[in-house]
């Protein structure tokens, strides 16, 4: 699976003194063969020409790549430039980006008027002079770059924290205090083990599962421990806007309740956190699931049933038990037949992608 949300690997971006250090030792280096019969001034000028081109086309090159290898941030999904916007200040990532693309137009005028002394000199003082002074406004323009280097290596590192989670599948968030069932749940649905991703901001990982449909792995369900099994006032603001980044993700959220009292939350509470989820996730369809129905009392489960309804008639209402697989497949199924399908035939009509 290729890392999100990048095409490519993120680039090496040197520190301004590596670049320092390799440009002058790469100078020094630098070998141009030339007949044993020449005078040792047409041999230092050709040396030099060729120093001054290897240098600049050295240094180009890594500005170029670093320019067009750097992330284009605008045609990030928008799950992915909401975290981003978290983790970088993206004008300062963009002025750094557009300064390292213009080095290039630098260094070739540099270059041009060092070529052009060196090709003129009458003399050796004047082809050391012209080194002198290209290698010394190269430098110029290498420190003037530092704090865009700075910041590039930076946000680098930064978007090195990305979650990997393919955002073109069709996802489902599962959210519910802690203990309820969810990771029991994203167990007995999806194909493989989950797979395990970092998410900014917090210790917690996610993890992420596979569903088929129509025999591709189209869906995608995600446990979110430690993030949306808790009142959402308790997070700090960043976590909550990191958290809330998988409203561009989700296309349905499945909350699980436990009617009975072994995950330790009392039903109020749990309903508490599910108003929460409504109103943040207010453009995602929101499905409940009374859980645990193998160890609850008829009378655990039918109360749980009328608080949910209380809150809402629509909300849809599920009672499952995620030991037992079949029961939880087939629930997922009908979430998927429910939300998830209608959006996929619609795209296969209108022949987009999704
Ligand atoms: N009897 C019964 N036990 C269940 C059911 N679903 C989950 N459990 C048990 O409840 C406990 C918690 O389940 P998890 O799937 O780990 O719950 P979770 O919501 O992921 O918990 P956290 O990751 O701590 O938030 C485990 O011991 C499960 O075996 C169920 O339907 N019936
Ligand atoms: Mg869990």
Redesign the pocket.
Known sequence: MPKYPFSKPLPYIPSKDELIRVVVSRYKTVEAPSPTTDPGFIKLRRLEIVRIKTTSDYLIKIFRDVAMNMPFLDSLHPFYRDLINLLLDERRYRHSLAKVAHAPTAIKAIERDALFIVRTAGSRREILKARRMYIGRIIDLIEDLSPELEYLRESVRQLKRLPNINPELYTIVVA?M???????LVRAVSTAKPEVADYPFTTKQIHVGHISLFGESLVQIV?T?GLL?KPLTELSKIELQAVLALRHLARVIVF?VDPTL?SGYELERQLRLLQDVRESFSNVPVVVAI??I??ASKEQIDEAEQRVKGLSVDLPVYKI???NAESARSFIMDVINRFIVPLYLEKIKVGKLV
């Open positions: 519910g802690p203990n309820v069932g969810k990771s029991s446990d421990p099994d699980l072994h859980n645990k193998d160890i038990s995620c030991i």
